[in-house]
């Protein structure tokens, strides 16, 4: 058998499937200080440790929304704060059977001589933390790799750095304990069309897959977090249906049954647009060997940190629209989602060019 089997197999095959539950998702909370600055600021909020308590807690104690989210994935700072009460949150994570998850990479850098393109840092001390990590809790990492479409992009180069990366950091996780969640994003800037997208996606995602083969990944202890296959943000929108029909097809025919579930990033899109997107997925009725469901950040909170505006006041409010985007997504996982739970926030655009997290 090519697939490496250390001493955390059976865990980690468990803790996969888990968090790939028909009808749960994962609520990615894990930006780093600089992006969550960015959130802060746009509702006026100071970017201090205090006001990022804030803001977590009021994520991770919303009543009644962890039982539609299997993960939550943390930012280093995040594992280790605890609530008002003096209540670690991944402890408050855990009694809701949701699985504490920690974002390991350190962001990207630029290749020199390629046109912008980059690959991810963050191997230095990487096993080490793993252990600190698991010893903290968490049961789950995240590593995200980005590629960028272009007239010449992205070249054979980025794929290969990227697909080499998330393979070394997924089993570096896998010999620590911590499920890796393998992100390849495939940013949607550009003026192209949803073939050239897919095209790049499935190259992309067997470059990626080759990659974890060859370092003896355990795809069964794996999850994938890709982009969901969509015309570039400035080429005119489709339809759900069209959206999921191409993204479905790119993942049949690159991602291997033994991958427990597929949970998609929102790249971007508006809360609204990226459950529809993800709703249609699931109503295809086509062979699906894995659970297609969700990691999102902003197209769970957005609607969220907007409603709060950083105002104890606002507390319930905001969790009540929390409520909303988790109920609304973990319905989409099951293809039961009826549109129009969003009101005004929720069809917000969320494209950031050239995102950096």
């Known amino acids: 058998m090519s697939a490496f089997v250390g001493k955390y197999a059976e865990e980690l095959i468990k803790n996969a499937k888990y968090i790939a539950t028909p009808g749960k998702g994962i609520l990615a909370a894990d930006e780093s200080t600089g992006t969550i600055g960015k959130r802060l600021a746009s509702i006026n909020v100071e970017n201090i440790e205090s006001n990022r308590q804030a803001l977590r807690q009021l994520l991770f104690t919303s009543p009644n929304a962890l039982a539609h989210l299997s993960g939550v994935i943390l930012f280093e700072e995040t594992l280790y704060q ?10 408050v994570l855990q009694e809701n059977n949701v699985v504490p998850g920690i974002k390991v990479d350190k962001g990207t850098v630029e290749i020199a ?4 393109e980059t690959t991810t840092q963050g191997f230095d001390s990487l096993g080490a933390r793993c252990q ?13 790799a980005v590629l960028k479409i272009g007239p010449n992009e992205p070249s054979e180069l980025a794929i290969q750095q990227n ?8 089993i570096i996780c896998q010999e620590n304990g911590l499920v ?3 992100e390849p994003e495939v940013l949607t800037d550009g003026s192209h069309d949803i073939n050239k997208c897919a095209a790049v996606t499935e190259i992309v995602l067997a470059a990626v897959y080759k990659a974890l083969n060859d370092h003896h990944v355990l795809l069964e202890g794996t999850l994938l977090k890709p982009n969901m296959v969509t015309p570039g943000s400035d080429s005119p929108k489709v339809a759900p249906e069209v959206i999921a029909e191409y993204t479905v097809t790119a993942l049949s ?10 949970v998609f990033l929102s790249g971007g899109q508006s809360e609204e ?18 659970t297609l469901s969700f990691s999102f950040g902003r197209a769970l909170q957005q609607s969220t ?3 709060w505006g950083g105002k104890k006041e606002n507390v319930s409010k905001a969790q009540e629209a929390f409520l909303v985007r988790c109920k609304a997504n973990s319905n989409a996982t099951l293809g039961k989602y009826v549109g129009g739970s969003a009101g005004g926030l929720a069809s917000e655009s969320l494209f950031v060019k050239g995102y950096k997290y």
């Not at 001589?113 to 912008?116: D, L, R």
């Not at 600190?132 to 995200?144: E, H, I, L, S, V």
């Not at 025919?253 to 597929?262: E, L, M, N, S």
């Open 113 to 116: 001589g390629t046109n912008g």
């Open 132 to 144: 600190q990590y698991y010893k903290a809790g968490a049961r789950f990492a995240k590593w995200r």
């Open 82 to 91: 605890k609530t008002l009460d003096g209540k670690p949150f991944v402890e």
């Open 273 to 290: 647009e990226a459950t529809l997107n993800l709703n249609a997925m699931n109503k295809l009725d086509v062979l699906k060997p894995w």
């Open 163 to 170: 697909a080499q990366g998330l393979a070394r950091y997924a």
């Open 305 to 307: 940190l907007k409603t």
């Open 180 to 182: 890796p969640i393998v």
């Open 253 to 262: 025919r690159t991602v291997p049954p033994a991958v427990p579930g597929i």
